[in-house]
């Protein structure tokens, strides 16, 4: 290019060779092309195909799926995360994110390690129709859940509940593979001994690990049971770790045993630095929670409009999400706790309730988007999605 | 009978005053992205109770209410100055070297004379002749530059332009050689090269003077709710103009006939066909990956061969369970180096090595309101390429990141000790992290190497397509208020070309 105008600018015809002896050496980047979508793609895949290869019965209530990957690859993990499992269910689409419970160092498959909810939707779907050989999709590996080296000290103490236990599985078997300099004390409550998943592995481990202590807590034991019972308050963890300073705190079970410990931890002192927390799905008696509007009701039934789309009605106490795939309607998802905000939705008029764990930031709120997946109508209302 | 008069691809900067400049001129637009959310670069995410700023560290071109600059008034002319709090800072940065020299700089011409005198008396004279070039440069590359350009007046360039012609394509470095003897102050007042990405040997004047010049007089700010804030309102003011918007909406191909665009088809397949295509993704992805005849633009390739891949970046997010006072943090700004040489830093950005220089943003010492009372939210920040990460194998990938997130802790705790007791939530971006979520080659954060020859002196629009526009870093200069200028100027002139169409076909 000559811009007769710019040689007056002293180095210009010189800037105009050192451009020519660049274009001499240079690329037109055709040889970078699908660089970034195949590296992108190998750390951070929207989505998986996974095939079922092992159904394992882990306990009365719970299973565990063995998966692997269609295409043969699988994205690598930190210990604690989940994928997104993506169901149809009577024709429904929907999804529910599980914890991977084995190793991030067995690169073959991921477990998922699955509880039944009574009632729930998609965890009967998943432990009584689901069989090997059965394709599922997936998201790739998210969440913040994990063991983090850069601040979370030496000390580790996990609380966990259920099927909390999947996470803890994995976090154990990656400090055993990284010999990770920590000590780690998993407190793990179930309602009686039939329910303690992993049970066998996990006294194994506490037998082949120093580092490991593994202590279970029973809230209904039978009689003859002589080992800890009850709810894992801060009483029983000093009992059982000493001081609670100087600890990490990891808690990851059902909703009603995250609210008990974390109000416990908060009240002996612990601050919430000190405290990860995953949780469990959206909260599923909402009108209990701070804020709630005055005088609406849970089972109220409003009528949601899709700007553009359609209509249909939905009951206030249900997450907007839940009744959008009901009527069919499509929202990236994947944590549905309100954390994650795939599933940012704008509300155009009209009011939902946010629970108060949903994580939405200052301008979404302003601007009226919410987190459908944590996010209640509490009456009539217009999104876009 | 086309479905939009324009669609806009990316919802970056570039592509949302693109799309709302477009619509509020009367063009049916369609804006489409990949991501769930506006912004690109210009976003935040959520962890515990804090809500952290991903990109922004200071944003230039406002100007105060009493003395506006060019960007107050962009943001007016789309409606969202009542939408949008900003908030000005009251200095340019503190720059340490441990052990030698501490300084902070006060965002006004005059305040920087005065302490750079304080600190630099032999150099009292240097530093007024400097700051009055860096004044004339930068106004005659706005206010000579184009208008002789467009005369082809050489005489109004070589006379009301005089400064720029003899130092505004000269290397920043030069120009500091020829202006000072002392390392120091060369270092202190080159600070800001990290945000052009290139060490000062590689920039040219007119970028780096304008630049520093620019945040003095008109001042830096930040943004209430962080850049996400902006986005959201820049969205806002798109869709109440009646602009339609599709998140999760990948665009696969540019098709066009003809050599001009026709549509565009989507990930999930749908084909939209349009007369205008301004495109915020970057021109490497445009040209080689969505354009269906990428190999029928002669000028484009020849074009990308005098390029250089730009720089990305590697950050540490920190939520802190502390505020800035405990942590000795007196500046939202602040520039820690181990050297003053900036080649020296600059090196390592192509290396996993030690970082020899960092930025640390804490916009809580200016407004407590970023983070919940007796916390601060700080981003800790060190230029890196992209390709240094190309070699790390998937699995090995997030322990070489915690590797390296450690070395940046260490140099940032050289001045602010015990960073790591107060984390409360972090989270670490790599160049592939930038990847992932801009979707350019390198993870690179400005585009292309900003060297003295990527500027605009040297380049032409490309038009070997009819109708397919570039908005946004890979086309003009990187950074916040360049990317918002280059989508309203785009538009503008699509706009401009529009309105004579119509004549025509009267």
């Known amino acids: 290019m000559s811009d007769d105008v710019l040689s007056v600018i002293e180095g210009y015809d010189q800037a105009l060779l050192d451009k020519a002896k660049l274009a001499a050496k240079g690329t037109d980047f055709t040889e970078r092309k699908g660089e970034v979508a195949a590296i992108i793609g190998h750390l951070h895949p929207k989505r998986l195909s996974l095939r079922v290869i092992k159904v394992i019965e882990e306990t009365v209530s719970t299973k565990t799926l063995r998966l692997e990957a269609v295409g043969g690859y699988l994205p690598p993990f930190q210990a604690g995360q989940y994928i997104n499992l993506f169901v149809n269910i009577e024709g429904v689409n929907t999804s529910r994110p599980y914890a991977i419970s084995s190793s991030p160092f067995e690169r073959n498959y991921y477990d998922v390690t699955i509880r039944r909810v009574i009632e729930g939707f998609v965890s009967n779907y998943l432990l009584d129709q689901v069989h090997a050989g059965m394709c599922l999709q997936s998201t790739g590996p998210m969440g913040t859940f994990y063991y983090n080296p850069i601040f979370h000290g030496d000390d580790l103490i996990f609380l966990a509940g259920g099927s909390g236990i999947a996470p803890a599985m994995s976090i154990i078997l990656d400090i055993i593979h990284q010999k990770r300099p920590v000590r780690f004390h998993l407190i793990y409550g179930s309602r009686n001994m039939d329910d303690i998943i992993f049970h066998r592995e996990l006294k194994q481990l506490e037998a082949e690990n120093d580092f490991l202590t593994v202590t279970r807590v029973i809230s209904e034991p039978s009689m003859n049971y002589s080992g800890k019972k009850g709810f894992v308050s801060t009483e029983l963890i000093s009992e059982l770790v000493g001081s609670l300073d100087d600890k990490m705190f990891y808690l990851c079970g059902p909703s009603n045993m995250y609210d008990f410990c974390l109000v416990e931890l908060k009240n002996s002192g612990v601050p919430s630095r000190k405290i990860r927390v995953e949780m469990n799905g959206a909260p599923k008696l909402p009108e209990q929670l701070e804020g709630w509007p005055v005088g609406v009701l849970s089972k109220t039934i409003i009528n949601v409009t899709v700007r553009g789309k359609g209509r249909f009605s939905a009951k206030v106490g249900e997450p907007l999400i839940n009744s959008l795939e009901r009527n069919g309607y499509f929202v990236e998802n994947a944590c549905r706790t309100g954390e994650c905000s795939l599933c940012r939705i704008k509300v155009l008029s009209g009011n939902v309730f946010n629970a108060p764990q949903a994580r939405i930031r200052f301008s979404d709120r302003q601007f009226g988007w919410c987190h459908a997946c944590s996010a209640y109508p509490v009456e009539d209302i217009e999104i876009l999605i | ?506």
């Open chain 2, 1 to 506: 009978m086309k479905d939009f008069d324009a669609i806009v691809i990316g919802a970056g900067n570039g592509g949302l005053t693109a799309a709302a400049t477009l619509q509020r001129g009367g063009l049916k637009t369609l804006l489409l992205e990949r991501h769930n959310i506006p912004g690109g670069c210009a976003t935040s995410f959520v962890r515990g109770p804090y809500e952290f700023e991903v990109a922004l560290h200071q944003l230039s071109g406002m100007g105060t209410p009493d003395k506006p600059f060019i960007l107050r008034k962009l943001f007016a002319d789309l409606g969202i100055m009542d939408k949008v709090d900003f908030v000005e800072e009251p200095e340019l940065y503190r720059m340490i070297i441990p052990g030698i020299i501490d300084i902070t700089l006060p965002a006004s011409v005059v305040g920087v004379a005065r302490t750079l005198k304080q600190y630099f008396p032999k150099e009292s004279r240097a530093i007024d002749d400097f700051l009055e070039l860096c004044k004339f440069v930068t106004l005659e590359s706005i206010m000579v530059l184009p208008r002789a350009r467009k005369a082809v007046d050489k005489e109004m360039l070589r006379h009301q332009g005089k400064n720029f012609a003899k130092y505004g394509l000269k290397p920043a470095q030069q120009v500091f050689d020829e202006f000072f003897d002392d390392e120091m102050i060369k270092a202190v007042l080159g600070a800001y090269w990290g945000y052009l990405g290139l060490p000062l040997r590689e920039l040219s004047f007119a970028d780096m003077g304008a630049l520093f010049y620019a945040y003095a007089e008109f001042k830096p700010y930040h943004v209430i709710g962080g850049s996400q804030a902006l986005s959201n309102a820049l969205l806002d003011s798109f869709l109440e103009a009646g602009g339609e918007m599709r998140f999760n909406c990948a665009v696969d191909k540019i098709l066009t006939e003809s050599s001009a665009v026709r549509a565009v088809r989507t990930e999930q397949g749908d084909e939209i066909t349009c007369h205008t295509i301004v495109s915020n993704a970057s021109s490497l992805h445009t040209y080689n990956e969505l354009l269906d005849v990428s190999n029928r633009v002669e000028l484009v390739r020849e074009d990308f061969k005098s390029r250089r891949l730009g720089v990305s970046a590697f950050v540490i997010y920190l939520g802190l369970d502390c505020t800035p006072e405990q942590l000795g943090v007196t500046a939202a700004t602040n520039f820690i180096v181990l050297t003053p040489d900036d080649e020296a830093v600059f090196r390592r950005a192509e290396t996993l090595d030690e970082p020899l220089g960092c930025g640390f943003t804490c916009y809580n010492v200016d407004d407590p309101s970023f983070a919940p009372e007796g916390k601060s939210i700080a981003s800790l920040i060190c230029i890196q390429y992209g390709d240094v990460w190309k070699n790390v194998a998937p699995d090995d990938y997030v322990n070489t990141k915690y590797a390296f997130a450690e070395k940046l802790l260490d140099l940032a705790e050289t001045v602010f000790p015990n960073i790591r007791s107060y984390i409360e939530e972090v989270e670490i971006a790599t160049p592939l992290t930038m990847m992932r979520y801009l979707n350019t080659p390198g993870g690179a954060i400005y585009g292309f190497d900003q060297n003295r020859l990527d500027s605009s002196l040297f380049r032409e629009r490309y038009k070997e397509i009819d109708g397919l526009y570039l908005a946004g870093a890979w086309s003009g200069m990187g950074g916040f208020q360049p990317t918002y200028q280059a989508g309203v100027s785009v538009a503008n002139s699509i706009i401009r070309t529009q309105i004579y169409r119509d004549k025509a076909n009267v």
